[in-house]
């Protein structure tokens, strides 16, 4: 058995579950609607508030199946309870970022702004730098971890952390493994 998979998933309080034909679980709660297509062969139940996922037989493919289907389940109903969010960092001289309503504004060191747009369910918290050196804070927050997670990533590759003076946006638990620079020309 999964250790993952035979865990079950306890629904709280405010948050309706409800797991419709070929296994299409929708997820209700307070801060948002969920809903994701799972395998079909994977076993779902649902007894009052704690949700089961059980496998129809131990084949390589159910056995992986069995565990990522209740993590799935178990991401959609922390997000539609708490959400999710991915903290990111911005180090460089004249990097800044700003929202213009819910756009957010990046200055990364191009000729132009980059202005993204969110997508929906998904909104951008800009922090306050405490000095000049310090990194500037920016979160991603959604109710959907796979969108948050993949928005975060868009915005670190737009300009990626660089090794030698570590420049960049990246994320907030990262450590950059830095490099040292030429070394002199010797007399």
């Known amino acids: 058995m999964s250790r993952i998979g035979k865990r079950p998933i ?83 001289v004249g990097y800044r970022a700003q929202l213009e309503g819910k756009t957010l504004v990046l200055n990364l060191g191009f000729s132009h702004p980059v202005r993204i747009e969110p997508p929906p369910n998904i909104s951008y918290i800009v922090g306050e730098r405490k000095s000049a050196n310090d990194p500037l804070a920016l979160t991603v927050v959604g109710i959907d971890k796979q969108q948050v997670g993949e928005e975060a990533a868009r915005i670190r590759s737009l300009r990626p952390p660089e090794p030698y003076k570590g420049k960049g946006i990246k994320y907030a638990e990262e450590k950059i493994r830095r490099k040292a620079g030429k070394a002199g020309k010797a007399k």
Do not use: C, F, Y
């Open 10 to 92: 306890t629904v709280p309080k405010g948050v309706q579950v409800t797991i419709g034909e070929q296994n299409l679980v929708t997820v209700k709660g307070p801060k948002g609607t969920l809903s994701q297509q799972l395998h079909p062969e994977m076993i779902i139940r649902q007894e009052g508030d704690v949700i089961t996922v059980q496998r129809p037989s131990d084949g390589k493919l159910h056995r992986a199946l069995h565990g990522l289907t209740r993590t799935l389940i178990h991401n959609m109903v922390v997000g539609v309870t708490q959400g999710w969010q991915r903290a990111l960092e911005i180090n460089g």
